[in-house]
């Protein structure tokens, strides 16, 4: 995983500044500062946590391409929220158009607030030290084959294999019993948590995106 530089503290239009004139690592500060922003607006679309770094990343993308056409710098985030309102709104038209059910904008669905159905999705994804709190609480209610299980592939980083060897399981169970002790700590984090706190970016998120982001960038500067 790459790690950001550390620069010293920049006014926005200057940063801008700087991006446009061809200092694009600088587009990193940008990409971090406006991630969380960017995630509640997907979310907020009811797209699930993929589709919304999808989206992400187009925005940013876009962002920096037309970077230059920005008058008034001092709106950059007005900007930048816009840009992912649009590409939100034609991938909601996109789906209408091939007949597949798109959401109503800003509804929310309270399964969809919790743990996405990614299998990368995990407690392990999130940052927030309270929510982490939750999960470990909420860990201790699930039976103990599926709290192993959980254990040994989320928060201890064991592949599949691993995993199966070290409890005498196939492979298969191995994804059946982590993705039932999911669900059970879906309901359980319910219970326990806003979906507010559950909307928040966190960091581990956060640096997939730039990392994505910056990795595009560098490609459209590539002759």
């Known amino acids: 995983m790459r790690n ?11 940063l801008i500044e700087r991006v446009v004139n061809g200092d694009v690592a600088l587009f990193e500060v940008l990409i971090r500062r406006y991630n969380p922003y960017l995630y509640k607006v997907g979310r907020a679309y ?25 008058q008034n710098r001092n709106y950059f985030k007005t900007w930048l929220v816009r840009i992912m309102l649009n590409e939100c709104y034609r991938k909601k038209h996109k789906l209408i158009s091939k007949y597949e059910i798109a959401t ?25 030290k309270e929510l982490n709190n939750v999960i470990e609480n909420a860990i201790q209610h699930i039976p ?28 298969t169970n191995v994804k059946v019993r982590l993705n039932r002790a999911k ?4 309901k359980e984090v319910e219970k326990m948590y806003t979906s507010e706190e559950i909307f928040e970016f966190n960091l581990v998120y956060c640096d997939a995106i730039v990392n994505r982001v910056m990795e595009k960038i ?4 590539k002759p």
């Not at 904008?105 to 299998?119: C, G, H, I, V």
């Not at 299980?149 to 060897?165: D, P």
């Open 4 to 14: 950001m530089k550390t620069y010293q503290p920049i006014a926005e239009s200057e």
């Open 183 to 186: 669900a059970m700590l879906r």
């Open 46 to 70: 009811n797209y699930n946590h993929q589709d919304v770094e999808d989206l992400m990343q187009e925005t940013f993308i876009n962002a920096y391409i037309n970077l230059s056409k920005l």
């Open 104 to 128: 109503d904008t800003f509804s929310f669905k309270k399964n969809d607030l919790m743990f996405p159905d990614n299998n990368s999705d995990t407690g392990k994804a999130v940052g927030n």
């Open 218 to 221: 560098y490609q459209l500067k």
């Open 144 to 171: 103990f084959d599926y709290r192993m299980v959980f254990c040994l592939r989320e928060i201890n980083g064991m592949s599949v294999a691993e995993t199966a060897k070290a409890m005498e399981i196939t492979d």
